[in-house]
């Protein structure tokens, strides 16, 4: 019998409970936790029912323990460093999305992933969904010809939008802008789907629902017949603040236009309180149109032409991650016990995390964001030799 693969954790919130919880049940008794740093008391507590790890008091204690795997949930602005950290111990390394939080950091995690030969899964699930990819499958066949221009766009339900207001992720020291923390993953698929990356992007974007004037709309809808939460605060956070008190550092809306090096066109629409839920790619090429919506997993298809009948695939996928969840963790196990390349990688992550960073110089300065200078720069660190 094998020695089980050992992994670590730093930042055990819900996420990465969730994430590893499905990895330990797929690994079948061979990947084992058996450690976890996480300053939160009650993260802790939560983390020691599902797996029983050890409990470090430091992030150096956990790094210098055994395990072979070092797993990041923690808050976007320490993921950079504590990759970094982890991959020079000797550990390879699952991160959540998104990379870091500035274009430096994200060219400093990819140095040393080159410097010390470890393997790098990035969490960006929905390139793992069988509804996304069911997707890119059908543009890379030609279903819709050559593809042209699109739209795509992540609306969020009005809880959700709260609980982002509500927690460290109103504050953009800590998690980054919006489009960053939430959207990368959109932008990942654009950049995937569309096979090029964008040379110039625009955005405009602002904060006009989470804001304190707002209080107001939460007693109009009054509490959750289920539970009697409040409108806005349905989804539990032990550690919540008023969604609409005052300090958030985020847009709750925002829009953006992005030219992609081939010469393809997008719009993309975020807005973090609504009713109608849509995760949609609208796209349209030169011999067909297609269009999907996570939210449901289905996906039509129709080729341009007199009558061509409108083909529905419905993928069995329906929700925000698109069914991803449980085919990334089947693909963690065969990259911890099979040696098998992620299917997302660090590189990924940068290029969703620089459109994101010109998005938001866009909407920060009014100007649209030249992103060719960022390209240029990841290929001049790409052709660095490791120091
Ligand atoms: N891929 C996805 O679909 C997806 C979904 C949700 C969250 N995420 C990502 O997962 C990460 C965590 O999100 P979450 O929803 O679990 O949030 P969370 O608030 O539930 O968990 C964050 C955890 O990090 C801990 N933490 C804070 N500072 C730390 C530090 N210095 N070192 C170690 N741990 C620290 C907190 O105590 C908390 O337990 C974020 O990066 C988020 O973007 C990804």
């Known amino acids: 019998m094998k020695t089980p693969v050992r992994i670590g954790l730093i930042g055990a919130g819900a996420r990465l409970r969730g994430v590893v919880k499905r990895l330990l049940e797929r690994g079948n008794g061979q990947i084992v936790a058996t450690g976890l740093y996480d300053p939160d008391p009650l993260s802790q507590e939560a983390a020691r029912k599902n797996f029983g790890a ?32 982890a991959m020079r111990a000797g550990k390879n390394v699952f991160c959540e999305k998104p990379l870091a939080t500035t274009f430096e950091d994200c060219l400093r995690v990819r140095q040393v992933e080159k410097e010390t030969g470890r393997t790098f899964s990035f969490g960006l699930v929905l390139r793992y969904s069988p509804f996304y990819q069911r997707i890119h499958t059908l543009v890379r066949e030609g279903a819709i010809g050559r593809l042209v221009s699109f739209e795509f766009n992540e609306t969020l339900d009005f809880n959700h939008g709260g609980y982002i207001f509500g927690n460290w992720r109103r504050d953009r020291s800590l998690a980054g802008t919006h489009i960053l923390e939430k959207c990368c993953h959109d932008l990942d698929l654009a950049n995937w789907i569309t096979g090029e990356l964008p040379v110039r992007v625009a ?166 964001t030249d992103l060719q200078p960022y390209w240029d720069a990841i290929s001049r660190s790409d052709s660095t030799s490791p120091t």
């Open 203 to 368: 955005s405009f974007g602002g904060r006009d629902i989470f804001v304190e004037s707002n209080q107001e709309l939460a007693k109009k809808i009054g509490p959750s017949p289920d539970d009697a939460s409040p409108a806005y605060e349905a989804w539990p956070d032990p550690h919540r603040v008023s969604p609409f008190s005052p300090g958030a550092t985020i847009f709750d809306n925002q829009v953006a236009i992005l030219q992609y090096t081939g010469g393809i066109r997008g719009t993309f629409h975020t807005n973090c309180s609504t009713a109608l839920l849509e995760r949609r790619f609208f796209l349209c090429g030169t011999e067909g149109t297609l269009r999907g919506n996570a939210y449901t997993g289905q996906i039509e298809h129709q080729r341009i032409g007199w009558n061509t009948p409108v083909s529905v695939f419905d993928t069995k996928s329906a929700g925000s991650h698109g069914g991803g969840d449980p085919v990334m963790a089947a693909g963690l196990v065969q990259t911890l016990l099979e040696g098998a390349p992620p299917l997302a990688t660090s590189l990924d992550g940068l290029h969703a995390c620089v459109v994101a960073f010109g998005l938001d110089a866009s909407a920060d300065n009014g100007q649209m």
């Open 54 to 85: 050890e409990i470090f008091a430091t992030e150096d204690e956990l790094l210098a323990s055994d395990a072979d795997w070092i797993f990041i949930g923690s808050l976007n602005c320490h993921h950079a460093d504590q990759a970094i950290a």
